[in-house]
């Protein structure tokens, strides 16, 4: 399959996870901590594999050992402390009655984190299909936690979930534009740079947002847990690395 074909797919079925935000509605609070959490801690552990054993030995293979790949991953993590210092985004992984709503700032801060990250996961298929595909999945790990809080956060505000629904998966359709934009800057430039940028995203998301949410837990059942899925996430993307 051309790489635009998987590009495209992977970015549409990408804004379809958006409509796994409307299982939150049905969930008591109990449950959705239970089941969100794990997912949460999964998600850490995967996106940290993924930038840690894919994208940067990737990167160095495509543009040597150098400090630029360094500095992508550096501008990486600084973009989305920038993105949650200005529109104070976050990810919302807790129960709605923690949270105070963010409404419209969720969705816009969203559209733009969609958007990088469609850039990134356009840019690993640019760079070679497999990495492009180990992306998608890392990505796709954490984005399911995201949109059942998100989506929660909207219904219990006020929005019906009619409009929560459609207005979070306008959102995501940024995601499939960012990988396009990649595709089409692959012309003109070595996008093999964006993927130390992504991999520096990841990072941050991982160590700055998820693991504090997992954290706080005081139960020691529930840092069993949270660990074990955290450390399963890191040895999943770990042995596809050394199995490919």
Not at 66 to 95: D, I, K, M, T
Not at 117 to 125: D, E, Q, T, Y
């Amino acid at each position: 399959m051309p790489v635009l074909a998987w590009i495209i797919v992977s970015g549409l079925a990408m804004s379809a996870i958006a409509l796994v935000g409307s299982v939150s509605v049905l969930m008591p609070e109990q449950l959705f901590r239970r089941l969100v959490m794990p997912l949460v801690a999964l998600a850490a552990g995967a996106l940290l594999g993924g930038a840690m054993f894919h994208m940067l030995p990737e990167s160095v293979n495509q543009l040597g050992n150098n400090l630029s790949v360094y500095v992508w991953v550096v501008a990486g993590l600084f973009s989305f402390h920038v993105l949650e210092q200005f529109l104070h985004w976050h990810h919302c992984h807790r129960p709605v009655s923690e949270h105070q709503p963010l409404g419209y700032l969720i969705l816009a801060a969203d559209g733009v984190h969609n958007l990088i990250g469609g850039v990134a996961v356009g840019s690993a298929f640019v760079v070679d299909v497999r990495l492009g595909v180990v992306t998608w999945i890392v990505a796709a790990a954490h984005e399911i936690p995201q949109e059942l809080g998100d989506f929660g956060i909207l219904v219990h505000s006020g929005w019906s979930t009619r409009h929560a629904l459609t207005y979070n998966l306008a959102s995501t359709l940024t995601f499939p534009l960012g990988g396009l934009l990649a595709y089409a800057l692959s012309d003109t430039i070595d996008v093999a740079v964006l993927v130390p940028f992504a991999a520096g995203n990841f990072i941050y998301i991982a160590v700055a947002d998820l693991l504090p949410e997992i954290t706080t837990t005081p139960r020691p059942l529930e840092k069993l847990l949270h660990t074990a899925t955290f450390a399963l996430g890191l040895a999943a993307l770990l042995a596809v690395a050394m199995l490919t």
